[in-house]
């Protein structure tokens, strides 16, 4: 596959008509090309997202990720619209001395497209390019080649680095018949999910309309297109609070479960999917009128596609409804949760990390199977990590047996799961660690999805890596149910709640 764009910083601000040259030799191979400025002057480029001022005030108002956020929907939308994409850096001198990261590094990482750098020749230049290339790495994006100006090409032929270092632009032309592997950073991975998620818009229930947060993610839901919306509350309460609030939830649809004339026909549902159980119309009937049981009946008989809850009830109170009424798969017997870690150079799934205490082997080899259909279900190709204190054979304990009990059960339900174990963290995401402790494995050290073997490491570990970290956690994502239900965290952030019904939704989509 054809490398279809590429980020270009002029790091030793060489004239800019550079770009022009990229551009003539770019239309050599590429049918229609274009240049997008991310940050410059409009005056200069029609496809200029933001100005130097507007970045500055962007950032210090600290709403980086939605900066990062714009420039991947503009530049997406270009994507679409031509075969090639050249990406103009910025000069970050105009930003002064204040400014502590690289922004054309953190731009080129937002959009996962490979980064050139153009150098010109001095006396320091071999150690100038050995800098640069060490940091593009560090960075987490793809080093397609250093192109130094007016170099005498031998001088750098002792010079081993990962990207090329060219003294012609012609000789890049074979650079881009290739794929450059590229991180996925927070923002493009709720970007895929917004536009994953428009492709077949899905309705999704949410029952805690008392709580502004959730008011607020449905406005952005509904701004965006992401979802249909129904609330669930008093309609006249949820406007006159989201009025105050500046929201506008005019596509919302609002339902009142005490008043509403689907009570009558879920109260009869319920009752004989509860019988069984003692229960009678009566209670059927008042049960049902609860917010959270109204909106899992609402999806169970096709009224929503999904629901959210959480963010004031438990997860117990969220989960409860849904194991009595949606139930789980056939193929799983157990209900189990997933968080989408997005660290700054890439996302991950951890699991389960918020339902089952003690999993049996068993439930826990279905717990590696299910996340890793819930991680390809999102666009990762899953290489799942069986964690445990021990690598391979090195330790005997009982805990260990059970993780590869754990290993075999999965590996016995999918024959076509990439998968290792028992495994500790280190080796299954650092690749020279895996080289000393599991040097036969085919993907120890390139794992994206690890399975913790209980409750208390699981959630210790996903909330140790988002505080310490700053990364963002998406979930936890239910998973094994037959229809998407999702929990809320109670201290969720806005934010949170909106990707959340975005995954509710493509979830959906696959029902």
Known sequence: M????????????????????FISLLKQKFDKVCIFCPIGDKKDNPNTLFTIKETKDFLLQHNRIKFFQEIIK???????????????????????????????????KNLSIAYGNILKDCDDILNNI????????ASGCAHFASFVI?????????????????????????????KYPTPITPSMFEHTLFEKAKQDVKTIVLPESEDDRILQACHEILEEKVANIILLGKENKVKQRAKKLGLNLD????????????VETFADIFYELRKHKGVNKEEALNIVKNPTYFATMMVYDGDAHGMVSGAVNTTADTIRPALQIIKTKPETSIVSS??????????YVFGDCAINPEPTPEQLGQIAVTSAKTAKAFGMDPKVAMLSYSTGDSGQGEAVKDVKKALIFAKN????????????????????????????????GKENVFIFPDLNSGNIAYKAVQRTTDAIAIGPILQGLK?????????????????????????????
């Open 2 to 21: 054809k490398t279809k764009s590429l980020y270009i910083a002029n790091k030793n601000y060489v004239d800019d008509s550079i770009y022009g040259g």
């Open 74 to 108: 503009a530049f997406k939308k270009l994507e679409k619209e031509n075969d090639f994409v050249l990406c103009e850096g910025v000069d970050i001198r105009l930003f002064g001395v204040n400014f502590n990261f690289d922004i054309n590094l953190e731009i080129a």
């Open 130 to 137: 050995t800098i640069e290339s060490n940091s593009v790495k």
């Open 150 to 178: 007016n170099a005498n090409r031998e001088k750098f032929s002792s010079l081993k680095l990962p990207a090329p270092i060219l003294t012609n632009f012609k000789d890049a032309l074979d650079l881009f018949d290739k």
């Open 251 to 262: 596509q919302a649809r609002i339902i009142d479960p005490e008043n509403s004339p689907l």
């Open 338 to 347: 997933v968080f989408f870690m997005c660290l700054h150079k890439n996302v």
């Open 413 to 444: 339900t999918d024959k076509h799961l990439k998968i290792d174990g028992p495994i500790q963290f280190d080796a299954a995401i650092d690749r020279r660690v895996a080289i000393k402790k599991m040097p036969n494995s085919k993907i120890a």
């Open 483 to 511: 229809k998407p239900i999702n929990d809320l965290s109670r201290g969720c952030l806005v934010d949170d709640i909106v990707n959340t019904i975005a995954i509710t939704a493509i979830q959906a989509q696959g029902k």
